[in-house]
């Protein structure tokens, strides 16, 4: 599992002729550092970091929309008695079953007439809106705390929003910090999305520009290529190894320690 990785890291340090041979050795014959100073360039006159930068943006809202939303509405469908419940849950569960791919025309020609398409507002806004994926699996997780600390609160005078807050929310921890690491992973390595959406490359995100090292027009340029794809792991790794504790957690909790 960890080999092609390996293989990838080890690719960013050879040059084109002893990556297209095959070789299957992890080890180099000649040590190129270079790689990573041409990937790091760019093209068009545009560094790697100015698209590193627009991918950590772009994820990092869209994951705290995430969050956010798909929290409110899991308390919502979770602890609130409202008219119509079962019937728009039923509804959030079909979206889970519909393909990307069905949707995507739809949503392009919405977001083309409302003249946002050239724009990041396409690949952040709708998260939002809350997850499927990400409700559902907060809800599960809000089945383990006791309702009693609602109604405690309740008594104390918290609105529906002041248990939100005080109450769900710091207990949802575990769920939360799942749910970050999962939309950051998903997120960051997004690649339809910005070749639908973003047309200027000084725009484009690190998926979309690594991509743009492999030119059927010219020649590819294969160890910049796996430099920059190297570099790319960093923040998922890093944002993995921060959270790796309460991941654990947030999966496999069935229940709430007290």
Do not use: H
């Not at 419940?85 to 977001?111: A, D, E």
């Amino acid at each position: 599992m960890i080999y092609p990785v390996l293989w990838m890291i080890s690719g960013s340090f050879k040059d084109n002729s002893e990556i297209l041979r095959g070789s299957l050795s992890l080890i180099p014959k000649n040590f190129k550092l270079s790689n990573y100073i041409t990937g790091w360039k760019g093209f068009s006159g545009i560094s790697f970091g100015r698209f590193f930068l627009n991918s950590f943006v772009i994820t990092s809202v869209a994951t705290l929309g995430t969050v956010v939303s798909s929290s409110l509405v899991a308390y919502a469908f979770a602890r609130i008695n409202f008219i119509g419940r079962k019937f728009w849950f039923t509804c959030m569960l079909i979206t889970m079953m519909l393909p990307g791919q069905v949707i995507m025309i739809p949503s392009f020609l919405i977001w083309y007439k409302l003249g946002l398409a050239n724009s990041y507002v396409p690949l952040i806004l709708p998260y939002f809106c809350g997850q499927a994926f990400f409700i559902y699996q907060m809800m599960q997780f809000m089945k383990g705390i006791p309702k009693e600390l609602d109604e405690a609160a309740t008594i104390d005078g918290c609105s529906k929003y002041g248990v939100y807050t005080n109450i769900i929310l710091p207990l949802l921890k575990p769920a939360i910090v799942t749910t970050i690491i999962i939309q950051f992973y998903w997120k960051w390595d997004d690649y339809m999305g910005p070749l639908l959406y973003l047309s200027k490359p000084e725009s484009y995100t690190a998926s979309l520009a690594i991509k743009l090292f492999a030119d059927a027009s010219s020649k590819t340029d294969y160890g910049a290529m796996f430099a920059m794809s190297t570099l790319s792991l960093i923040p998922v790794f890093v944002i993995f190894t921060i959270f790796n504790k309460d991941i654990v957690e947030g999966i496999g909790s069935s229940g709430l320690k007290l």
